[in-house]
Structure formats: C-alpha cells, structure tokens
Nanobody, 121 residues
Framework: QVQLVESGGGLVQSGGSLKLSCAAS????????WGWYRQAPGKQRELVAS?????????????NYVDSVKGRFTISRDNAKNTVYLQMNSLKPEDTAVYYC?????????WGQGTQVTVSS
C-alpha cells in the first residue's frame, strides 16, 4: 500500500501562485509514475501533469502536461523526500478545483485525499 498526503492548497487571486506537495509513504519502492489530477465541480477528473520515476538524477524524469497548464505549471519530485510537487504560476479562475496526487505502482493506482485550490477573479 502507498499512502499519499497532499498539502499546499488554498485561496489565491488570479495571477498568483501556489505550490502543492504530495508526500508518499508505505510501499513506495516501484512507483513508476507520479501525477497530479484535478476535478472541478460538475466536471470529470483530469490529468494535469505527470512525471516518471526514471532518469539519472534524484529528481529527473519525463514530464507531461495538459495543454491548458503548459508554461504555467511545473511538476517536480524529490526522491530523498518521497515527495512530488506542483508549482502553479499565473493561476486563473478556471484552475479552481480539488487537486489530487496519484501514483502508479505495480499496475495499481493510489490517490491522495485531495486539496482545494480556489482562484478568485
């Protein structure tokens, strides 16, 4: 089992920034993909960004972003802390949603409890 705990959500004005964190614990060996999803009221949950566990560095990996956040959001990870981050800049009201951390391990997916991000106009 993998446990995920998110933090860093909150209320911010349009154009502002927030940084989300997701700390993993438990059976973390073998995690291959770390991701951030979001779900706005009345909408389906969507993948925002993901990063693989590969790479030669303790924080590298292939990244992927949904088009709507490219150039504004950055996903990163710190293996030493078993943590993945989502730096969100130039936030827009349409970024308002509950953000969920997700990891893939041995063909299973694990979810955090979610953290609310609200962007006021």
């Amino acid at each position: 089992q993998v446990q995920l705990v998110e933090s860093g959500g909150g209320l911010v004005q349009s154009g502002g920034s927030l940084k989300l964190s997701c700390a993993a614990s438990g059976s973390i060996f073998g995690i291959t993909v770390w991701g951030w999803y979001r779900q706005a009221p009345g909408k389906q949950r969507e993948l925002v960004a993901s990063i693989t566990s590969g790479g030669d560095t303790s924080s590298g990996g292939d990244t992927n972003y949904v088009d709507s956040v490219k150039g504004r959001f950055t996903i990163s990870r710190d293996n030493a802390k078993n943590t993945v981050y989502l730096q969100m800049n130039s936030l827009k009201p349409e970024d308002t949603a509950v953000y969920y951390c997700n990891v893939r391990r041995a063909n299973r997916y694990y979810w955090g409890q979610g953290t609310q991000v609200t962007v006021s106009s």
